[in-house]
DNA sequence: GTCAATCTCTAGTAAATTGATAGAGAATCC
DNA sequence: GGATTCTCTATCAATTTACTAGAGATTGAC
């Protein structure tokens, strides 16, 4: 019932990326400097993210990572599952036959469903745009 | 983003004493024979849910376990949370400032809001009336 | 073409957590 | 007093988590 710190890192990662709309790819030290990931760690996880196809890659100088599709297409569940796994075993999910049959199906069938009705249904771009949105709250809260 | 195992069977033995609607209490031995748990751990299971007030014990021949509270008063929540902890790191939770601030927090507060109104709207008493419809909807169509 | 920068891949690893087990001790009832 | 059952502390193997090390492969600049 809880989130990796690997999970949450390559959240932050994906998030780093999306909120520049440039197509220039961003260094893993970049990154790592920016979000306080230790770098070593984070080359894997970009790199499990480039093998899930949400990241691109090149190498070089000017080098680095760059969203491969749309921040818009991408879900903070795609990410979590990606990198996490399922947030359900699937055999939590299984309805038992009458001998052996248990109200837990339905249960974990129903927090599977208000668990994906937040991560699936949030894109990087919404939480880019929210983040965004705050931001220009707090700095006018500032002004005044 | 998953339940322990002991999270899983501390649900099942509790459900299981909520199935009884009698105060007397039910064997250690005969939960885990009932819910195929492994009856040493189910002892510290259990003993962890009565320091946590959800159960009470008696020793001796005819000793065993019963619920505290009325099964209606009990939810999947407070079970998975007293043997699973928080099912969000609280720092997870927190606002930062200005200067760090991320749109996570609030992410999490929705992911948490989502799950709470699954699991702390589920109570054992729940459980067994669904389970008891359902088990009957089946019995009726093994009939025809 | 070589050099520097940067990603990529395979290992390894210390610490924590998980899912248990063992056994002596304490209460309850006959 | 003895049988039964819960209670408490300790221990443990296996797995997972979070992270590090280092050699290798690309890329672009010169």
Known sequence: MDVSVKGEYALR??????????DEPIKIAKIAERQR?????????LSQLRQ??????????????FL???????????ILRHI?????????????????DSPFPELWQKVERALS???DRTSF???VMRWKENRARKVVNWDI
Request: aromatic share 6%; net charge negative.
């Open 52 to 65: 899930g196809g949400f990241l691109g890659s090149r190498r070089g100088t000017d080098g680095g990572y």
């Open 68 to 78: 491969a599709r749309p921040a818009d297409s991408i879900t903070v569940g795609d």
């Open 125 to 127: 771009a919404d939480l």
């Open 37 to 45: 990931i230790p770098q070593k760690f984070l080359e894997l996880i």
């Open 84 to 100: 996490d796994g399922p947030t359900t075993p699937a055999r939590r999910l299984e309805q038992g036959d009458v001998a052996n």
């Open 117 to 119: 009705s937040v991560i």
């Open 13 to 22: 990662a994906v998030f780093e990326l999306a909120c520049r709309d440039s």
